[in-house]
Nanobody, 127 residues
Framework: QVHLIESGGELVQAGGPLRLSCVASGLTFSKYALGWFRQAPGEEREFVAGISWGGSHTRYADSVKGRFTVTRENAANTSYLQMNNLKPEDTAVYYC????????????????????WGQGTQVTVSS
């Protein structure tokens, strides 16, 4: 059974950093691109960042470019989302998911493409 577990979310002041982790089990993690998404109350789940199976390709939402960095350690079945210069509008529950297709080098910024979602981790940025 596949499990993804996000962690690292907390209350942080605007301008501060935070690093989220996503640990996977039950699948060959290194075969799949990994996407980070977020969902604020009353909003749809939106793409934040993604990384290809080998880590050579990344993609970011315009709203986080230059502030967020996505990485992965396939040997540890883990992806990280380093978030710097956080803003109140970054407040949301953050989720990670694996691409439904293996070996893709293009990061697809659509939640419909991903599965095996974790339970999410809450990030709250105070002004």
């Amino acid at each position: 059974q596949v499990h993804l577990i996000e962690s690292g979310g907390e209350l942080v002041q605007a301008g501060g950093p935070l690093r989220l982790s996503c640990v996977a089990s039950g699948l060959t993690f290194s075969k799949y691109a990994l996407g980070w998404f977020r969902q604020a109350p009353g909003e749809e789940r939106e793409f934040v960042a993604g990384i290809s199976w080998g880590g050579s390709h990344t993609r970011y939402a315009d709203s986080v470019k230059g502030r967020f960095t996505v990485t992965r350690e396939n040997a540890a079945n883990t992806s990280y989302l380093q978030m710097n210069n956080l803003k109140p509008e970054d407040t949301a529950v953050y989720y990670c998911g694996t691409d439904s297709l293996p070996w893709t080098t293009v990061v697809v910024p659509s939640a419909a493409r991903y599965n095996n979602w974790g339970q999410g981790t809450q990030v709250t940025v105070s002004s």
